[in-house]
Nanobody, 122 residues
Framework: QVQLVESGGGLAQAGGSLTLSCAASGSIFRLNAMGWYRQAPGKQRELVAV?????????NYADSVKGRFTISRDNAKNTVYLQMNSLKPEDTAVYYC??????????????WGQGTQVTVSS
């Protein structure tokens, strides 16, 4: 079992910045990827950014956040960060941390954090 604990959400003004953190703990063998998703009211959950460790740290971003958000990871701490700059009201959502874990045996498994609210006021 892997547990993900998010922190750093809150309220920001448009144009401001927030940084989200997500720490993984538990029986970790290898985290092949870690990332952030978000879900706004009435909308489906969508990918925001992901960093793929099994591909040498390749990152991928949603078009809506490219150039404004930066994902990074501290492998020693099993922690992923999301630096969010130039925030817009449309970034308002619950942000969920995601980790793709590979155990010693068996297939990869997706784990989710509990979510952290980000609210951007205009």
């Amino acid at each position: 079992q892997v547990q993900l604990v998010e922190s750093g959400g809150g309220l920001a003004q448009a144009g401001g910045s927030l940084t989200l953190s997500c720490a993984a703990s538990g029986s970790i063998f290898r985290l092949n990827a870690m990332g952030w998703y978000r879900q706004a009211p009435g909308k489906q959950r969508e990918l925001v950014a992901v960093i793929i460790s099994s591909s040498g740290g390749v990152t991928n971003y949603a078009d809506s956040v490219k150039g404004r958000f930066t994902i990074s990871r501290d492998n020693a701490k099993n922690t992923v960060y999301l630096q969010m700059n130039s925030l817009k009201p449309e970034d308002t959502a619950v942000y969920y941390c995601n980790a793709l874990h590979q155990g010693i045996i068996g297939p990869e498994y997706n784990y989710w954090g509990q979510g952290t609210q980000v609210t951007v006021s205009s």
